[in-house]
């Protein structure tokens, strides 16, 4: 059946290649469907999110470098550029026509010279596997701001063609309205222009962002953040602090006025390519001093968290190296996982020091292109998933152990609109004693190098009690084939009842199931090793029964506890907050009248050390503010050394 032709899009085509110098043509941008007007008040849940999908359009346009430009700390203008195969006439009238309607992977999309001539869910040139698909993510830009501008060039010609576009907001009482006659619904206004350009060979678009949104500017200057530390100085109601790298707080009635200086993890004379490297370290290291910045949301600001939530999100190159590329001298002990999704053990694989996981497994294998980098404000942004260099703990096993399978289903004997069609994909397992940041453990799906939904903690809703366990466990799969249609509008979640998301599920659940079995002996072994080496230590009775609380709450392994300091005096609460220890003040844990006497002092004190270290071993204390952890013992201690 033939497509139905846009007169109005054919028109438009033809007036675009028709202008003149001095001479514009002015149009109205449309969606396919009523619903999907919507999209210009906002799917995406940051600002960073918006940037992301510019990004993502740049890489399906075969760029190979994309630079943005963000103004901060002012962020008067964001401007996303790249050197991508630019659109032509037809291409842009297309996405003016049809938002939400992209010809991306469709027939259209070829005879545009779009995408590849054989394949239109690969790009034109590099045959890259197509990140977006419905085109939305241009006008992703209206969650920054309502008016932009696309300046953009194909290769051999001397023109580029520029349109300014001004995007409508839209209510309810709005889309009622709307009559329901199936035509295309008004999202904005945009107006289309000619320049000369003496450069023929030069390609590529860019999108710059004037007048963004106030509250998207106050976001990505991090003013919650500046007032909620501000007012926890004044209350000392809540535990926080300035994070461990900002650009700089700007003074709210004074935008071009800096109140408190940038703090940068490298000098203005470091290389864009070193740079990103510098705050992975960074975040890592500010880890080692304070607890509290093992969590991206205290140990950095808005800025620096959209640049490491960039770099999670698009297909780049990892900072350092690819689980693959792991060896034998970088890990304890490699397994791979049974390909069978409900039974089945994982094996373990001997390497050699020098082998890696990649060579002697066959999985995982990142097919990262190399010939794409993002650079923002001048710093290159990589993958901040590092495997190696994390804090060290006192647990019994300190090497990594790694799990890593594949999963190709035969999907031919099923009918394909029932199962989703063909369905492949590759994963990984990576064990560590400590993560930095807390934000990493969790499971990261990646579809065609690319994933909008960062790490899931909660391991697609892994039900079965190994919650130690997963908060030391980074994991990531590598779709090869299918999945796609599973993401939602938005790209940030799934449509969970879909065949495919189910059998991802199914899978990852049960590679937990082999990890835990292999790790709980593993662990087990590593720390009789141990304590045959250090010599059993005699205990008081009341020690044994703290040690054997402990070890019911982390699953038999004692050693994984924090130590616990009721803390006499500042000099000796940051000793042992260096060491590691969570620590509590005496004078506010321990009620004066409830401990007078000195024997009743002394239980209460040990009772505090081993209430709080039973509340953190279970992991209740993570979440309570530092007030609320010393409210919480001091009450439970109160309770206990009266009763």
């Known amino acids: 059946m033939a497509e139905k032709v846009d007169e109005e899009e054919v028109e438009l085509v033809e007036s675009i290649k028709a202008l003149k110098s001095g001479k514009e043509v002015s149009t109205t941008l449309h969606t396919d469907e009523r619903v999907l007007a919507r999209v210009t008040d906002g799917i995406y849940r940051q600002p960073g999110s918006a940037i992301r999908e510019l990004i993502a359009n740049s890489y399906d346009a075969d760029a190979t470098i994309v630079s943005v430009s963000t103004d901060a700390p002012r962020f008067d203008s964001i401007r996303v550029s790249d050197d991508g195969s630019g659109m032509s006439a037809e291409v842009l009238a297309n996405l003016i026509r049809h938002i939400g309607g992209s010809a991306k992977r469709t027939s259209r999309a070829q005879d545009?010279?779009?995408?590849?001539?054989?394949?239109?869910?690969?790009?034109?040139?590099?045959?890259?596997?197509?990140?977006?698909?419905?085109?939305?993510?241009?006008?992703?830009?209206?969650?920054?701001?309502?008016?932009?501008?696309?300046?953009?060039?194909?290769?051999?010609?001397?023109?580029?063609?520029?349109?300014?576009?001004?995007?409508?907001?839209?209510?309810?009482?709005?889309?009622?309205?709307?009559?329901?006659?199936?035509?295309?619904?008004?999202?904005g206004k945009v107006t289309i222009w000619k320049e000369k350009t003496p450069d023929e060979k030069g390609h590529g678009t860019t999108i710059a962002l004037t007048q963004l949104i106030p509250r998207v500017v106050q976001l990505l200057q991090s003013r919650d953040e500046w007032r909620a530390l501000a007012e926890a100085d004044q209350t000392a109601r809540q535990r926080r602090k300035e994070p461990a790298f900002h650009i700089g707080q700007v003074a709210d009635k004074e935008p071009t006025k800096l109140v408190r200086q940038p703090k940068l993890p490298w000098s203005d004379d470091t290389?864009?390519?070193?740079?990103?490297?510098?705050?992975?370290?960074?975040?890592?290291?500010?880890?080692?001093?304070?607890?509290?910045?093992?969590?991206?949301?205290?140990?950095?600001?808005?800025?620096?968290?959209?640049?490491?939530?960039?770099?999670?999100?698009?297909?780049?190159?990892y900072v350092k190296l690819r689980p693959s590329q792991l060896t034998g001298a970088d890990l304890h002990k490699v397994y791979k996982l049974s390909e069978k999704i409900r039974e089945g053990q994982a094996d373990e694989v001997k390497l050699k020091p020098e082998e890696t996981v990649g060579e002697k497994l066959g999985v995982p294998v990142d097919s990262t292109p190399e010939d794409f980098s993002v650079v923002v404000d001048g710093t290159k942004i990589f993958r901040p998933v590092m495997y190696s260099g994390f804090p060290k703990t006192k647990r019994a096993l300190q090497r990594p152990v790694i799990f890593a399978g594949r999963y190709h289903p035969n999907m031919k004997k099923a009918d394909a609109n029932q199962s989703g069609g063909e369905l492949a994909f590759s994963g990984y397992f990576f064990w560590t004693p400590r993560v930095v940041p807390r934000d990493h453990t969790g499971i990261l799906v990646r579809i065609n190098g690319a994933s909008g939904t960062g790490f899931d903690s909660t391991f697609l809703k892994y039900q079965v009690a190994e919650n130690r366990r997963l908060r030391q466990i980074i994991a990531e799969v590598f779709i090869e084939e299918g999945l796609d249609s599973a993401l939602n509008i938005d790209r940030e979640s799934f449509n969970t009842a879909h065949p495919h998301y189910q059998l991802l599920v199914s899978w990852v659940h049960n590679a937990l199931r082999q990890a835990a079995n292999k790790l709980k002996a593993v662990e087990k072994d590593e720390r009789d090793k141990k304590r045959d080496r250090e010599g059993k230590k005699a205990k008081a009775d009341w020690d044994v029964l703290v040690d054997t609380q402990i070890e019911i709450a982390l699953d038999g392994d004692e050693e994984a506890a924090r130590d616990v300091v009721i803390a006499e005096d500042e000099a000796q609460a940051t000793q042992a907050e260096a060491e590691g220890a969570l620590v509590l003040p005496k004078a506010e844990v321990i009620n004066k009248t409830d401990a007078a006497k000195p024997e009743?002092?002394?239980?209460?004190?040990?009772?505090?050390?081993?209430?709080?270290?039973?509340?953190?071993?279970?992991?209740?204390?993570?979440s309570l503010s530092r007030d609320d952890q010393i409210a919480l013992v001091a009450g439970i201690v109160r309770l206990a050394v009266n009763a």
Request: glycine fraction near 6%.
């Open 600 to 622: 009743k002092e002394a239980k209460a004190v040990k009772m505090a050390e081993a209430v709080t270290k039973l509340l953190d071993a279970y992991g209740l204390l993570e």
């Open 112 to 187: 545009m010279e779009m995408s590849d001539p054989d394949n239109p869910t690969l790009s034109r040139y590099k045959r890259r596997r197509l990140i977006g698909k419905i085109g939305i993510g241009l006008f992703s830009v209206s969650q920054l701001t309502r008016q932009f501008t696309i300046v953009t060039k194909r290769a051999g010609t001397r023109e580029r063609l520029v349109a300014d576009v001004t995007l409508h907001r839209f209510n309810e009482e709005i889309l009622k309205d709307k009559p329901k006659d199936g035509k295309p619904f008004e999202t």
């Open 271 to 317: 290389p864009e390519g070193l740079r990103y490297a510098m705050l992975v370290e960074g975040v890592v290291h500010a880890a080692e001093k304070e607890d509290l910045f093992s969590q991206l949301d205290f140990a950095l600001d808005s800025y620096f968290r959209m640049l490491w939530t960039l770099g999670i999100a698009l297909p780049l190159p």
